[in-house]
């Protein structure tokens, strides 16, 4: 079966395909142009189905089986912020160097250097009448330094609950293991299979 993927973030999409094996992963710009999706809704859960909804109309294919991924990072000093505005918190269209550093000066700010977070991820599963949605957590501490360049993202700030190194310097192996996507992916495989 054929999985699209309703993202246009390269690293969900590698991080998908690598957790997704049994299945041939295709993002959807590699089948229609890209095209701006409003992520307007109040949930990670509402805003992965907006997008699986809306690639899966745009392909006019009523077979196909679109995947979507919301998700972001909440840090417990910033009372849960940015949350479901991980994408934008510096900004509309801000890069994920100018959203990472912009999170290290907020904690700063907060006149501490380290604070408790988890990322969480909403995977939505669309296809001809089915609608689907599952998460994942991952839990860990957000420091005000960014350290490493594996990941994508916040990682080179987080640091996972048993591991003394930033998702930035841990083999890509590790965040596969315990990702919030990767543990929202086993239960989307699970949904997969009743398809
Ligand atoms: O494993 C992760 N490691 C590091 N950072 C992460 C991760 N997972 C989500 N994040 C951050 C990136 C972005 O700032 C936001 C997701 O926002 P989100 O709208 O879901 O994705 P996006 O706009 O990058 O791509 P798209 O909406 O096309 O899927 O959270
Ligand atoms: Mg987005």
Not at 106 to 127: C, E, F, L, N
Not at 161 to 175: H, R, S, V, Y
């Amino acid at each position: 079966m054929k999985l699209v993927l309703a993202t246009s973030n390269k690293g969900k999409v590698r991080e998908i395909r690598e957790l997704c094996k049994a299945y041939e992963v295709v993002p959807y710009t590699d089948l229609i142009e890209a095209f701006e999706i409003v992520e307007d809704a109040d949930t990670f859960k509402d805003n992965a189905l907006i997008k699986a909804r809306a690639v899966y109309e745009a392909l006019g294919d009523e077979d196909v089986v679109v995947i979507a991924d919301d998700s972001g990072i909440s840090v417990d000093v910033l009372g849960g912020a940015p949350g479901i505005y991980s994408a934008r918190y510096a900004g509309e269209n801000a890069s994920d160097k100018e959203n990472l550093y912009k999170l290290i000066e907020d904690i700063k700010a907060k006149g501490v250097t380290s604070s408790p977070a988890h990322y969480t991820a909403a995977i939505a599963i669309v296809t001809k009448n089915k609608e689907k949605t599952v998460h994942g957590w991952m839990y860990g501490t957000a420091i005000t330094e960014a350290i490493g360049d594996g990941g994508f993202g916040y990682d080179p700030m987080f640091i996972p609950e048993g591991f003394d190194k930033t998702l930035g310097q841990l083999d890509d192996d590790i965040k596969k293991e315990l990702s919030h996507r990767s543990k929202a992916l086993r239960l989307a495989r699970v949904v997969l299979q009743t398809l």
